[in-house]
């Protein structure tokens, strides 16, 4: 079972630069999740997705932007990057919001 | 703003000790989720606790939920190396069905 799959694993960027994290699920799940998690430190929402063609702000949702044109993917969109954008990306999916959230394996994104 | 807290930060113990981490706020959940994750990969869910007084033991760990559904706690007996990670909770929110996690506890076991 695949679950959640999150490309690249690694990236190393240069101020300014672009890139697109990606991330799919083969669950049907109609909720997909962004998180950032810093060094040492817990999970932050930065944009989640309660089904296709739905997107909605997080926490943390400044410098990024999503899109969910299928169930099945949700990708995250880096437009100008920034050295504070430097941490680990998961993506998480869930059939319902209160159920629980079955996570990827993480991108690892620094920008220097 | 809600906020899960959890306690302690940090945790660092010698294998076969005993300890518990707990998870606490102001709200009340409907339920309560516990995840673990190790270096390198993605959290993955451990139990999930629902109703107010709860306890669910899963090997040598024990969950429990607060009577009033605002808190809960982990127990691990006799902790090993392999029980090293981060362990996050999260509440599911009473009104609207959306998660909130903590920020974690890291235990570290030392052999």
């Known amino acids: 079972n695949a679950g959640v799959t999150q490309t690249p694993k690694f990236r190393i960027l240069k101020i300014g630069q672009s890139m697109t994290l990606q991330c799919t699920q083969d669950?049907?799940?109609?909720?997909m999740y962004w998180y950032r998690q810093d060094p040492g430190m817990g999970l932050k929402l930065i944009y989640y997705?309660?089904?296709?063609?739905?997107?909605d702000k997080g926490e943390v949702p400044n410098g990024y932007n999503v899109s969910r044109s299928t169930t099945e993917d949700f990708p995250l969109r880096l437009e100008l990057a920034a050295p504070s954008q430097t941490s680990v990306y998961f993506c998480?999916?869930?059939?319902?919001?209160?159920?629980?959230?079955?996570f990827g394996d993480g991108t690892r994104l620094s920008i220097l | 703003t809600q906020l899960l807290e959890q306690s302690p930060q940090f945790l660092s113990i010698q294998e076969g000790e005993n300890l518990t981490v707990y998870c606490n706020s102001s709200?009340?959940?409907?339920?309560l989720q516990w995840y673990r994750q190790e270096p390198g990969e993605g959290p993955v869910l451990l139990v999930t606790?629902?109703?107010?007084?709860e306890v669910k033991k899963l090997k040598r760990l024990t969950f429990q939920f607060g009577d009033a559904r605002k808190d809960s706690s982990l127990h691990i007996t006799a902790a090993q190396p392999g029980d090293t990670g981060l362990y996050l909770c999260?509440?599911?929110?009473?009104?609207?069905?959306?998660?909130?996690f903590g920020k974690g506890t890291r235990l570290h076991i030392l052999p």
């Open positions: 998480a999916s869930s059939y319902a919001g209160w159920q629980p959230q079955h």
């Open positions: 669950m049907n799940h109609n909720y």
């Open positions: 997705s309660v089904g296709a063609g739905i997107t």
């Open positions: 709200s009340v959940f409907s339920s």
């Open positions: 606790v629902v109703t107010g007084g």
């Open positions: 999260a509440g599911v929110m009473n009104r609207d069905d959306k998660i909130i």
